[in-house]
Every structure is written in C-alpha cells, then in structure tokens.
C-alpha cells in the first residue's frame, strides 16, 4: 500500500521559508517520479515542481528560483524548500508519485498525499 505522508505545512509571513517533507512507503519501484502540487481556495489545484528517480527537476514558473525539490532516496522522503514566501502560495500542497515524470509534468500522477497547509499572511 502506497502512502505518502505531507507534514512541514505552517504559518508564516511573507518573505519567509518554510520546508514540506513528504514520507514515502510502498512504491512498487525506485524509479518512480515524485512531485508538489497545491491548491489555493476557490482555485484548481496547480503543478508546482517535480523530480525524477536521477534528480532531474522541474519547476513551475510562479516557483522558479524561489523553491526547491530534493529527495533523500536513503530516507524515503521528499523535501520541497520553500523561500521568498509570497501570500500567492497559500494553499494545500500535496505531495505525489507517478511511474514516468510525463505523468507530474501533465498533472496525472498515479498517487496522491493528502496535503499539509500553508498560510503565508503579507
């Protein structure tokens, strides 16, 4: 049974950092990619940045420069450092896993957390 479990979600105010963790068990397969979405109330939930199985990784553009995924194969778990907090990234973010990257980068990934929140007040 796959489980990915958020946790790092707070409060802060803008221009802070804040850094999510993802806790990984049951994938099938170290191969699979992993990625952060989030969800802003009122809003569909959006593609944030994604990482494959040789650390190869891709950000959204509202994102670029401010954010950074990493992953810690030994420890199973999925970080996303967060810096230059704007009050635009409040919202649910979702850790997730998808057997190819395609499948982060177009929204469709085969498993889903479910979520930690952040608040970020200006």
């Known amino acids: 049974q796959v489980q990915l479990v958020e946790s790092g979600g707070g409060s802060v105010q803008a221009g802070g950092s804040l850094r999510l963790s993802c806790a990984i068990s049951?994938?099938?397969?170290?191969?699979?990619?992993m990625g952060w979405f989030r969800q802003a109330p009122g809003k569909e939930r959006e593609k944030v940045a994604a990482?494959?199985?040789?650390?190869?990784?891709a950000y959204a553009s509202y994102v670029r420069g401010r954010f950074t995924i990493s992953q810690d194969k030994a420890k199973n778990i999925l970080y996303l450092q967060m810096n230059s907090l704007k009050p635009e990234d409040t919202g649910m973010y979702y850790c997730?896993?998808?057997?190819?990257?395609?499948?982060?980068?177009?929204?469709?990934?085969?498993?889903w957390g479910k979520g930690t929140r952040v608040s970020i007040s200006s």
């Open positions: 049951g994938l099938p397969k170290s191969t699979y990619s």
């Open positions: 997730a896993a998808g057997r190819t990257f395609s499948t982060l980068v177009t929204g469709r990934p085969d498993y």
């Open positions: 990482i494959n199985s040789a650390d190869y990784a």
